[in-house]
């Protein structure tokens, strides 16, 4: 299993609340411009209409909060289960920011994760153990502690069901078409992965279904599935997330009853200040890194 460093840290409960809250909220992405697609000119526009609504859909999403949320984690043969919350603004500044917690029986708080672009700020605090986690934002210091290989804007994509918004849609990328049904192919990030992303059009809105990373071997290395799309404010957004890493045995299946958009959040519900109380001990991710 990975995880190895923070295993020794935590309790075996702690650690699937901090799994959970690492795959939803490890860190806040950034969107990349869109790279030229060399397909025939028929395909390219149909992708581009897909890629434009997918698109839009972001754009006109300045806010999201979820305030009913249960979060299934599994690894391995132990499974849990976990009310959470999630608050996610784009701010004035122009970076994005994400807060979400995870609820004990009674709904207390028991972990919080905290990725804040404006202060380069990510935070994880596991209430029970009184340990908080701190660093700055970075896809290199999260996958040396937690053996995650997250993408910078991997948790966006999954918020917002958009594979595209790290701006890869790149010159090797191919399209198969069946009817409503579209496979998507494009290289992976790592070398000689590949990625497939498959969506379906109903009602000329584009909803993307699943979203595969597989090596060279042609080995699962990760797979995200999102159903029960509704409309929220006029913005389709799923309401059942799947993210699974087979090596690792994790699997986190997200159920959201209760989701606004556009809602006003103040900036200062993602400042970390207010959990690092006298009583927690703070561990600076740079230390866990050596």
């Known amino acids: ?19 959970s809250l690492l795959l939803l909220a490890a860190v806040v992405g950034c969107v990349g411009s869109t790279a030229t697609i060399q397909l025939s000119p028929a395909t390219r526009a149909e992708l581009d209409t897909i890629l434009n609504t997918l ?50 029986p009674v709904n207390e708080p028991r972990g919080v994760a905290i990725a804040n672009q404006d202060k380069n700020q990510f935070l994880l605090v596991l ?17 040396e502690i937690f053996g995650v290989d997250l993408r910078v804007s991997d948790v966006m994509s999954a918020i917002f069901a958009n594979p595209f918004l790290d701006g890869r849609t790149t010159e090797s990328i191919s399209v198969e078409k069946s ?34 990373i597989r090596d060279e071997n042609g080995a699962l290395q990760q797979r995200a599935a999102f159903s029960d799309y509704r409309e929220v404010s006029g913005i389709l957004r799923p309401h059942k997330v799947e993210i699974e890493r087979p090596l690792d045995q994790t699997r986190v299946a997200v159920k959201i009853a209760k989701v606004e958009l556009n809602v ?25 890194a050596e």
Do not use: C
């Open 127 to 143: 209430l029970n153990e009184q340990k908080a986690y701190l660093g700055q934002l970075s896809d290199g210091v999260l996958r």
């Open 55 to 104: 698109q839009v859909r972001y754009d006109l999403t300045g806010s999201l909060k979820i305030t009913r949320m249960m979060v299934t984690i599994e690894e391995g043969d132990r499974s849990e289960e976990l009310r959470e919350l999630l608050w996610y603004k784009k701010s004035a500044n122009g970076g994005e920011l994400l807060q979400i917690q995870a609820l004990g």
């Open 264 to 288: 006003e959040i103040k900036d200062s519900k993602f400042d970390i200040e207010p959990f690092l109380g006298e009583d927690i001990e703070v561990v600076p991710l740079s230390e866990l």
């Open 179 to 212: 009817g409503a049904k579209y496979v998507i192919t494009r290289p992976g990030i790592q070398s000689r992965h590949v990625e497939t992303i498959t969506l379906f059009i109903r009602e000329d809105e584009p909803r993307v279904t699943e979203w595969h």
């Open 1 to 19: 299993m990975r995880y190895a460093r923070l295993t020794t840290l935590t309790s075996k409960s702690d650690l699937r609340i901090a799994t």
